[in-house]
């Protein structure tokens, strides 16, 4: 029945070519019209099971809360060129009010001078009441010395979190700036008593306002847009204008450095370059493939018809994709190159055996019939063995391997039709147009028969050394490990990466952490404190962080009160004498020495930023140079004799300032969700108002292998419904590596079953099936000797080349079938031309995704181009040792 079908076609396309000609641009047109609304997402959740419980509370967090889906302003630079430009930019950034909804950069200060005391803990309230017992400046930093003491000095357990780190941090900032203060007024360096004092009292008990790194050389701008991530052309067009205003601004200051960076940036980023590689890998693999071709065949016009009829399989794959699937997603965004590498096989044994025929005088009928004959049957089982291994992805819950089986096994299929009805049609023109010469040119690649020969002339030798190297590569394989962080797969040299890497290092802040949305302030409360207690927690947020449960506040509303009353005890201001200055070197010694000893703490924890902070206080050891605020306080006090106007100038003016703030900060009010702000509302309570997020951020790399392991099983213990990025990635690779696994043997027999029905030889079915097996191993083999890893996107490999190396030995196959025995030599020097050609091609078409900008792309192109080429080599190898062994056997009896 096949050979009927074969026949037809070659007999429609030698008689009436313009009918299939015709027919295919009526499709072509259709499948265009369905393509031009083909959308494009780069997003990983996007490739998981969208009724995953991870994925949905993933996708609920991004739709419920505004801080989800937050645009990251970042830049470096100087501390006052930092707040300048922020000062600057954010009016223009509020000005885009399409996109943009409001500007974050400084802490909602207002809100902590109201409710200050109230958001501190029990414990550290109980530490630092005394602070406010007296506020002239010598009992204040006795006081202030206790505090330190008590808070860090005396608990073990003073900086063992990230959280506890950070507020460490906030206080030695607060403590440095109050220092650099008094300095300048014991030197008389005074230009504002009241302003610069206001400001020392302010900054020692809430903190600077912007959002400034530790080391005050970076800040950062939390834009929140009107629309979500999921809106990829808002995107796309949001994230461009800002990268507009940032580079008007920037020119202003010299030195300073800005960008966006964040989730929505990088989704925009993404989204370039996905569209970007798309076409530029596209255009690539079809000119090296075509230039290979011409270059084989020594002509021109039959290589272009091939690639013009792989350029309509595409469209009609593209069509497809379209009117079924509606969007490409990061493992179904190269189906070009896929369909081009591997459709463009049919056409080369087509166009070989057509050549052949041609040259040896057969007419225009004659050769199309024999062609079709010879090669057709192996193009219909190459095309169905490799689009049903593609099929069998379909088998995964992951909706990229599902996308992505589909649109490829489909494309295969349609470049199958496509070869058999357009390209036979082309040459039938052609050759009518007189555009052929009459004497076309053998293109047989002798070389290829005389290895085979070679090698057939010692077949146990060769089986051997095969053998012997599939177990090597097979002992290679099994060492391969997984790359799990998912940023070396991002494109690469993006700037919103290498801005997210220097957020991590400044600020500590990273996107890969985990979400939960609770239903109500008890329970966000409850999985806070839980999740603090974990070891591998850095920090976390939570609405009870600023709404603290009723009891808590209660307890802490009694030592408010006691604050309160320390307060209003402080009724005079007592000038510091001469006699004093000792009492005042003492204490800031001691306050040296507590930083000291919180220094070495900080550097034995590992916890550099922290050790880095004590420095700017307490300078660096063994460097004169560099002696700190501290000490160079210490050093005014003790060269300079007419320092105490300034210091009781600075006694006086912190004195207000301090009392005024404390005063303010020590209401007893219980707070409300009502008396929020709107952007810690936004931060932590979804739009509908009835959900409440809690974020946690671990204390390390979460894409160490163990470590995510860890974590992904500590947060599950801690609450199913936990959510995030790092699990999200986790559970899809999880999903991708079994189904993988699964697709590859269901491939296997889906490939063995139609190799049965083709070959009609269970013997000549085996036969086939082992250079896909061995060249499978062998390519994970060598993979690992070269220092690849396997990735969410490499590990496709696998499956799929198992349908795309069954391709050389079903065509040598279908050709030893037809010619008589012996012809081991005239096979591989014949057909194996068009087997050579194709794998070469196949391999320019995958290595042409190296130079896609997004490296997971590159490393689904090198592994299959190892595959494929592995797959040619056993193929060429092997085959015709073992059909040298079956000649003899036949010949015995």
Known sequence: MREKLLTRIADISARKPGLFLLITLVITVIAIFFAKDLQLSMQ???????NHPLIKGYNDIIDDYDSASVIILAATGKEDDLKKFAD?????????????????????????????LMLQKEKDLKNSKDIYSDINLIPWLSNLNDTFEKTYIDDDESISTKQKENN??????????????????????????????????REFLIGDQYMLSPQKDMIIMLIQPKFTIDNVDTVVAAVDKIDDIIAEVQVKYPGLDAGTTGTMSLARDEMVSAKKDMNFTTIIALFLILGLFIFSFRMWSAPILAGFTMIIGVIWTAGFAGAFVGSLNMMTSMFGVIILGLGIDFSIHIISIYTELRADGYSISEALK??????????ITGALTTGFAFYTLMISKSVGMYQFGLIAGSGVILCMITTLIVLPSLL????????????????????LGGYSQALAKRPYITI??????????????????????????????????????????????????????TSSIEESEKVADEARKMKMIGYVTAISDYVPSLQKQKNRAKIITEIQSKLNNNNSIRPIRPGDKDQLVEQLGRLQDNIIELAQLAYMGGQDKLDKKSQSLIGVYNDPENNGSLGKLLSVLDEKHDVLSGINQFQQGFYTAFKKYSQQMSTEDIITLDMLPIDIKD?????????????????????????????????????????????????LIDIVGKDGKNAAIFSLIIIFLLLMLDLRSIKLALLAMVPLILGAIWMIGVMYLTGLQLTLLNVMGLPLILGIGVDDGVHILHRYSSEKRGSIRKVFTSTGRAVL??????????????????????????????GVGTCFIVTVSLLPAVLELIDRRHLKK
């Open 837 to 866: 050609i194709t794998s070469l091609t196949t391999m320019l078409a995958f290595g042409s995704l190296k130079f896609a900008t997004y490296r997971g792309l590159g490393s689904l192109g090198i592994a299959l181009f190892i």
């Open 44 to 50: 990983f959740k996007d490739l998981m099971p969208q």
């Open 168 to 201: 460490a941090m906030m206080m030695l900032d607060g403590i440095d700036n109050w220092t650099a203060t008094l300095t300048r007024f014991a030197n008389g360096n005074i230009t504002d008593i009241d302003s610069e004092t206001d400001q020392a009292a």
């Open 370 to 379: 024999e062609t079709f004959l010879k090669s057709g049957g192996g193009i």
């Open 464 to 517: 051997t050394v095969i053998i012997i190297l599939s177990a090597i590569l097979l002992y290679s394989a099994s060492k391969i490990t997984f790359d799990y962080n998912y940023l070396n797969m991002e494109p690469k040299g993006l700037e919103s990466i290498k801005l997210q890497h220097m957020l991590e290092d400044k600020f500590d802040m990273t996107p890969d952490y985990a979400l939960i949305a």
């Open 428 to 447: 039938v023109v052609r050759d009518r147009m007189g555009k052929a010469t009459k004497k076309q040119v053998s293109t047989k690649f002798h070389f």
């Open 88 to 116: 600057t930019i954010a009016p223009k950034l509020e000005a885009l009010d399409q996109y943009v909804s409001r500007v974050d950069y400084k802490l909602n200060t207002e809100f902590l001078l109201n409710h200050g």
């Open 683 to 731: 931060q932590f309570i979804s739009r509908s108002g009835d959900k409440y997020l809690v974020s946690m951020y671990p204390k390390e790399s979460v894409w160490n292998l163990a470590f995510l392991e860890r974590f992904k099983n500590q947060m599950a213990k801690l609450d199913p419904k936990i959510t995030g990025m790092p699990l999200v990635f986790y559970t």
